[in-house]
């Protein structure tokens, strides 16, 4: 199938409630370019240098995702452009990404990445450490960033219980933020979860954003 008819066939099944972000990580210009001219404008790339140069080449009313760990010393190159930050996971990295939206005249959106998966190479921040930071954040320390929600990855398995788990774990977080910490606070509307093997799963566990790369681009190599 072609670029445009994956992510027609995509959007047809999780419905206009649910953001899709086509993961572009190490493809083409090109493709990209033709998921556009289908429609597609939010894209998700996980390395600095690519993110910018495909920026550079590319319409600027893309929307660009980072959602790969972030290293501080490089949220500058992206600071001025970039629309969401999935992948936010520790204090320092806050810290950075408000100096740098004060240095662009900007209010830079974040999301929270919560580490639900099992595997040990995941980054991420646990629901004690989200608490802390949203408590920082709450007391005017950055004032340059929206905490709009939470981002998650699930474990790396077909085990549908596992995976139901993991999601409505941080479906269950999410909702306790939104009414608790977040109540008077409508801009905390999203959770971004779910990948091409498991979005389904995620729409169904209350996903608001699916992150979707090999299901429209093809697997990479
Ligand atoms: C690569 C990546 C995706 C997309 O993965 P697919 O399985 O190709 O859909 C989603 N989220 C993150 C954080 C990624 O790094």
């Known amino acids: 199938m072609s670029i445009a008819a994956n992510i027609q066939k995509i959007r047809e099944e999780i419905g206009p409630q649910v953001k899709l972000i086509a993961v572009s990580k190490t493809k083409p210009n090109e493709m990209i370019q033709e998921a556009y001219n289908a429609g597609q404008r939010a894209f998700g790339e996980n390395k600095v240098q690519e993110m910018v140069a495909k920026f550079e080449q590319l319409p600027k009313d893309i929307e660009w995702h980072m959602i790969g760990h972030l290293q501080s010393n490089k949220v500058k190159y992206i600071a001025p452009f ?7 996971d520790s204090q320092k ?4 990404v408000q100096k740098e939206a004060v240095k662009n ?3 830079i959106d974040v999301l929270l990445q919560i580490y ?5 190479t995941k980054f991420g921040l646990s629901e004690e450490e989200a608490l802390d930071l949203i408590h920082l954040y709450k007391q005017n320390k950055y004032s340059n960033i929206r905490v709009r ?5 699930a474990s790396l398995t077909d085990d549908r219980n ?3 788990r993991e999601f409505s774990g941080l ?3 999410w909702d306790s933020l939104k009414s608790e910490e977040f109540i008077n606070n409508p801009e905390f509307d999203t959770l971004s979860m779910g990948m091409s093997g498991d979005y389904g799963l995620a729409v169904d566990c209350g996903s608001t954003m699916i992150r979707v790369g090999s299901s429209i681009f093809g697997s990479r190599a």
């Open 171 to 173: 479906k269950a977080f």
């Open 93 to 96: 990295l806050l810290e950075t």
């Open 105 to 107: 005249n900007k209010t």
């Open 82 to 88: 970039v629309h969401l930050i999935h992948s936010i």
């Open 162 to 164: 596992t995976l139901n």
């Open 149 to 153: 929600g939470l981002m998650g990855m």
């Open 116 to 120: 639900i998966a099992s595997e040990e």
